[in-house]
Structure formats: structure tokens, C-alpha cells
């Protein structure tokens, strides 16, 4: 099983950016999809989860701005974030809890990460 981020880049505060993720490999099916961010110097830290029905969650700090979606047939969680700000600089992780067949265990699964660069 595989994640393959992509879609960050460089763009100004106030602008836009839309960041996906695809999972791909062996997978029946997959519950929770993630987001997670790390900046220079600091912990990663949870942006926003979508679940298989498609309940969201959001840190505070991007309630708002950001939404989270995902296209279950394409096995796909897209992030779309307005409003940006030089704060939200970091590379950003996809994550996904994907069960690979019918007897195999709930594992939990990182993509390699994307970088979105905010300058003021």
C-alpha cells in the first residue's frame, strides 16, 4: 500500500492551494483519512480527518480555511486551503487507516509528504 501526495507548492498569504493524496496497492477498504503537518522545528500536528461516512474534524487553527474531502472510488482525500497565511508553512502528510483484505488488520499508513511554502 502506497500514499502519493502532491499539489503543494509556493503561494501567497490570502491565496489558495489544494493538496491530494491517492492510495493505491492491495486495499479492501480504508477508514480514516488524514491530513497532518509539520513545520521547521515543531511536532507534527493533526490539520484535519475525514472518516469513510465523511465526518470531519479540524484543528483550530485552520477551521474555516481549510476542507477536507475524499472521493472513496478513487480512493483519493483532497485538502483545500483558502485564506492561507506564512503560519501554515510545512510539509504536509497524508495518513490513512486501510485494511488490505477481508482477514487482514486495521493498519495505519503515511505518504511521503508536500510541501506548502506561505510567504508574507
Known amino acids: 500500500v502506497q500514499l502519493q501526495a502532491s499539489g503543494g507548492g509556493l503561494v501567497q498569504a490570502g491565496g489558495s492551494l489544494r493538496v491530494s493524496c491517492a492510495a493505491s496497492?492491495?486495499?479492501?477498504?480504508?477508514?480514516?483519512m488524514a491530513w497532518y503537518r509539520q513545520a521547521p522545528g515543531k511536532q507534527r500536528e493533526l490539520v484535519a480527518a475525514i472518516t469513510s461516512g465523511g465526518t470531519t474534524t479540524y484543528a483550530d487553527s485552520v477551521k474555516g480555511r481549510f476542507t477536507i474531502s475524499r472521493d472513496n472510488a478513487k480512493k483519493r482525500v483532497f485538502l483545500q486551503m483558502n485564506s492561507l497565511k506564512p503560519e501554515d508553512t510545512a510539509v504536509y502528510f497524508c495518513?490513512?487507516?486501510?485494511?488490505?483484505?477481508?482477514?487482514?488488520?486495521?493498519?495505519?499508513?503515511w505518504g511521503q509528504g508536500t510541501l506548502v511554502t506561505v510567504s508574507s
Open positions: 496497492g492491495s486495499i479492501f477498504a480504508i477508514n480514516t
Open positions: 495518513n490513512a487507516d486501510i485494511v488490505r483484505s477481508l482477514t487482514a488488520p486495521l493498519d495505519n499508513y
